[in-house]
């Protein structure tokens, strides 16, 4: 989440850790009392992103079933988003112009997020 701050130019995000928790700790393994159980961003004044860690007793498959899409409003915004996001990742189609948008892209970021940003300028 504070990745996702930087990229997003928002407040640090508020994290509640499970040995936060006012009640209920004594049904959370040890292993996971480090572990987030609530994450808030706020993205702008619109944009609320919320997340939490899978307790050890939960089986993760990770991201890879998932993009999360940005349709953002200018071409400078695609460009600082693809270069931010897809850094140490894996891009799958870099950010350029397509028949549906002036610059789209496809890609997983450092933590298995797959991301897609689109721009289209409705100006023209």
């Known amino acids: 989440f504070s990745f996702y701050a930087s990229v997003f130019n928002a407040e640090p995000a508020r994290i509640m850790k499970y040995k936060e928790l006012p009640e209920g700790k ?3 393994a040890p292993e996971d009392m480090e572990k987030v159980v ?3 961003l706020h993205i702008g004044n619109n944009i609320r992103i919320m997340g939490a860690d899978m307790p050890s007793n939960m089986k993760s498959t990770g991201g ?3 993009y ?3 349709n953002v409003e200018s071409e400078v915004e695609a460009k600082h988003l693809y270069e931010s996001l897809s850094k140490g990742g894996n891009v799958e189609m ?5 028949f549906w948008a002036d610059l789209y892209a496809s890609f997983t970021d450092r933590f298995g997020i797959g991301w897609m940003v689109n721009y289209y300028n409705e100006q023209k």
């Not at 870099?94 to 397509?98: A, E």
């Open 26 to 28: 004594e049904n959370i």
């Open 94 to 98: 870099p950010l350029q112009k397509t």
């Open 64 to 66: 890879e079933n998932i």
């Open 38 to 40: 609530h994450a808030l």
């Open 68 to 70: 999360l899409t940005m």
